[in-house]
């Protein structure tokens, strides 16, 4: 679901869009951080999905580039 978003703020769009690894902080709603492999890169996400009574959908707070499948994932 986020993968419109950020491919609006890279500007280019990716034939591959695949999650491999994440995890989870409780906040007020849930971050996501997502590892995930595009083309021959990676990418780290940053997603923020509110409180299910709220009725909005995930978005993309912030995320890194340049990352490798051995980067380890972590808060950012």
């Known amino acids: 679901q986020v993968k419109p978003q ?3 703020r890279e500007n280019r769009t990716y034939d591959m869009f695949k999650a491999i690894i994440y995890k989870t902080q ?4 849930v971050n996501y951080f997502i590892k995930v492999q595009v083309s021959d ?15 909005e959908g995930p978005s993309l707070v912030s995320f890194q580039t340049g ?9 950012f």
């Open 6 to 8: 950020f491919e609006s």
């Open 26 to 29: 409780v906040v007020a709603g």
């Open 67 to 75: 990352k490798t499948r051995d980067d380890p994932l972590t808060y």
């Open 41 to 55: 890169e990676y990418v780290h996400l940053r997603v923020f999905q509110s409180l299910p009574g709220l009725n």
